[in-house]
């Protein structure tokens, strides 16, 4: 199946926890002697509800961009976080139960896709992959978002998924992966772990942390990478979020400023000013 128009694809209610960008449902005649078949991608939101139990599956090859959760097989249970790549091995014809979800404290981000096929079953049997759950924390965010990018824009094709499949089977289990070290998906993570925790206001220490890195080593690379210190860049935003609220929400100045964690109202409303020209009080008229 094929789609050209824009994703994400809007879906019933009962997959409001997800976002798909390919869906196929399946069909046994298909999986007869299928060479490689997408059923599913997609980005499952941070949901504390969000899971399956103890359904049959295929396949599957997923990301975690935040948060935490699990996955049960066999009887075993696999805990997962952020930066882990994760992959299950069941064969075109297993007929094996998986339990899978959200933790409910930290639920989880996660892309993940769906095949099936001889070709990702003969690829696990190249790589002498024997393991029915396979953990890793490896930077395969570029391979995964590429992936998902193309199938936006242009639909699935088969050459997207076998490279795509090939890459992330190279960099898991023979360590040949160019794109590991890939800068530019680590400034995207860092952004996105800031973002998602920007009330809290982590510190350099705690994101340097998340992301394994010594602060010392992480303040260089913020800075080169950001264009602006970590203590400036955090301010910037939480103005810029504040900024939105003033816009979508009916808090009174006050509360907006305490929720972002400024001091007091009036260091919040120069600050504002100083950004953006007005006060806050002044800028919701303006709006309004």
Not at 9 to 24: G, M, T, V
Not at 143 to 162: D, H, W
Not at 255 to 282: I, M, N, V, W
Request: some cysteine.
């Amino acid at each position: 199946m094929k789609r050209k128009d824009k994703l994400p694809l809007k879906l019933p209610n009962e997959f409001a926890s997800q976002i798909y960008y390919h869906y196929e449902p399946g069909d046994k005649e298909a999986e007869g002697d299928t060479l490689l078949r997408i059923y599913g991608a997609g980005l499952a939101m941070k949901n504390p509800d969000y899971g399956q139990t103890h359904i049959p599956t295929s396949s599957s090859f997923e990301y975690i961009l935040e948060g935490k959760g699990f996955i049960e097989m066999e009887g075993r249970r696999y805990e997962v976080k952020a930066g882990d790549c994760v992959i299950t091995r069941i064969g075109l014809h297993d007929r094996i139960m998986k339990s899978y979800g959200s933790s409910k404290e930290d639920p989880y981000v996660k892309m993940w896709f769906i095949p099936r096929g001889r070709f990702v079953d003969s690829l696990f049997e190249a790589f002498k992959v024997t393991d029915r759950v396979i953990v890793k924390r490896i930077n395969l965010y570029s391979v995964f978002e590429r992936f998902f990018s193309q199938l936006q824009i242009k639909g699935y094709s088969f050459s997207l998924a076998t490279h795509t499949i090939l890459d992330i089977m190279n960099a898991m289990f023979s360590g040949e992966s160019v794109l590991e070290q890939d800068g530019n998906s680590l400034v995207w993570q860092i952004k996105h772990y800031i973002e998602s925790k920007l009330q809290e206001a982590p510190s350099p220490a705690e994101t340097a942390a998340a992301f394994g890195m010594n602060e010392s080593a992480f303040r260089k690379f913020f800075t080169k990478n950001f264009g602006t210190t970590y203590a400036k860049y955090i301010a910037s935003e939480k103005l810029e979020m504040a900024r939105n609220m003033l816009e979508s929400t009916d808090l009174t100045v006050t509360e907006t400023a305490r929720r972002l964690g400024f001091c007091d109202q009036s260091y919040f409303s120069a600050c504002f000013r100083k950004r953006y020209g007005c006060y806050p009080s002044e800028y919701r008229k303006k709006q309004k």
